[in-house]
C-alpha cells in the first residue's frame, strides 16, 4: 500500500487549498486515513482522521479543515480554509493504525 499526499504550494493567508491522498495498492482496506504535518523545527502531528465507516476526528485547524474521502477514487482530501501562516508545513497522509512507509508529503506555506 502507498498513500501519495499532493496539492500543496504557496498560499497567501486566507487561502483555501485542497490536499489530496491517493491511495495505491489497497484502497479503503484498511481502518482509517490520517492526515499529518510537520512544520520546520517540530515534530510530525496528527490533523486530522477519517474512519472507513465515514467519522472524523481532527487535532489542527477545527473550523477550519475538513477531511474526507471519494471511495470510487481512492482518494482523501483535506479542504484547508482561512489559513494561518502557523499552519506553514509538510503535509503527510498514512493509514492507521498500521502506519506504511512515509510519502514525501506535499509542502504547504503560508504568506503572510
Known amino acids: 500500500v502507498q498513500l501519495q499526499a499532493s496539492g500543496g504550494g504557496l498560499v497567501q493567508a486566507g487561502g483555501s487549498p485542497r490536499l489530496s491522498c491517493v491511495i495505491s495498492g489497497g484502497g479503503f482496506s484498511f481502518n482509517a486515513v490520517d492526515w499529518y504535518r510537520q512544520a520546520p523545527g517540530k515534530q510530525r502531528e496528527l490533523v486530522a482522521r477519517i474512519r472507513i465507516g465515514g467519522t472524523t476526528n481532527y487535532w489542527a485547524g477545527q473550523g477550519r479543515f475538513t477531511i474526507s474521502r471519494d471511495n470510487a477514487q481512492n482518494t482523501v482530501y483535506l479542504q484547508m480554509n482561512s489559513l494561518k501562516p502557523e499552519d506553514t508545513a509538510v503535509y503527510y497522509c498514512?493509514?492507521?493504525?498500521?502506519?506504511?512507509?512515509w510519502g514525501q508529503g506535499t509542502q504547504v506555506t503560508v504568506s503572510s
Open positions: 498514512n493509514r492507521s493504525p498500521s502506519v506504511v512507509p
